[in-house]
């Protein structure tokens, strides 16, 4: 292992990797002060960015079991584990309206940036499924299920607006979430 100054490659080049959490974490809690501050509301807006905490959580837990990549030197695997995070930061910014603005309904902003919205987490999810399996990353048979199946229903969602559509899509990723929650939770 590469040692500079008392930074591992792996510490060094961490570093970037947090900052761009940190700012998808910063917008992310910040939007529901403001959402609480103005006592403004709609659940799509709620659940998705509670899942997007979830999935950042759930991508800051993992990612250790992922570093070991970043010895092989090449800068193309640290430009690989910058993408999730930056994926995160437009899927929050794609959320919450921009706080300058006076008007913020939520329900008016969603589903005017419902196929963009949608169409980051599809990239994002087909990223995640596609790296985990090319970069031989610690990934179950029912994790390459389940990033399938959301993958369908995210790409489902930029073409069909429906709120049932949207629903299920909800609810099956709460789901996964729980499943995962209690499964590493034992």
Same mark, same amino acid.
């Given at each position: ?5 008392? !930074?591992?490659? %792996?510490?060094?080049?961490? /570093?970037? %990797?947090?900052?761009? #959490? ?9 939007? &529901? ?6 006592? @403004? ?5 709620? @659940?998705?960015? /509670?899942?997007?905490?979830?999935? /950042?959580?759930?991508? &800051? #837990?993992? %990612? &250790? ?12 695997? !640290? ?9 995160? !930061?437009?899927?929050?910014? =794609? ?8 008007? &913020? ?28 399996? @090319? ?10 299920? +389940?990033?399938?199946? =959301?993958?369908?229903? =995210? ?16 609810? %099956?990723?709460?789901?996964?979430? =729980?499943?995962?929650?209690?499964? +590493?939770?034992?």
């Amino acid at each position: 292992m590469d040692i500079v100054e008392g !930074f591992s490659r %792996i510490e060094y080049l961490v /570093i970037l %990797i947090s900052i761009v #959490y940190g700012f998808s974490i910063v917008e992310l809690f910040s939007n &529901w002060a403001r959402m609480i501050r103005l006592n @403004v509301y709609y659940w799509e807006t709620i @659940v998705w960015s /509670i899942i997007t905490f979830l999935t /950042i959580a759930n991508m &800051w #837990y993992i %990612i &250790w079991y992922d570093l070991s990549i970043l010895n092989k030197g090449f800068p193309v695997y !640290f430009l690989i584990m910058l993408l999730p995070p930056i994926g995160l !930061f437009f899927i929050i910014a =794609l959320l919450f309206p921009d706080k300058r603005k006076e008007n &913020w309904e939520l329900k008016a902003y969603f589903l005017k940036n419902r196929k963009k919205l949608f169409t980051v987490m599809t990239t994002l999810a087909l990223t995640v499924l596609i790296l985990g399996n @090319v970069l031989d990353l610690v990934v179950t048979i029912e994790q390459n299920i +389940f990033r399938t199946i =959301l993958t369908l229903l =995210l790409l489902g969602n930029i073409f069909i607006n429906s709120i049932i559509f949207r629903t299920i899509t909800v609810s %099956i990723t709460f789901l996964w979430y =729980l499943y995962v929650m209690l499964l +590493f939770g034992s």
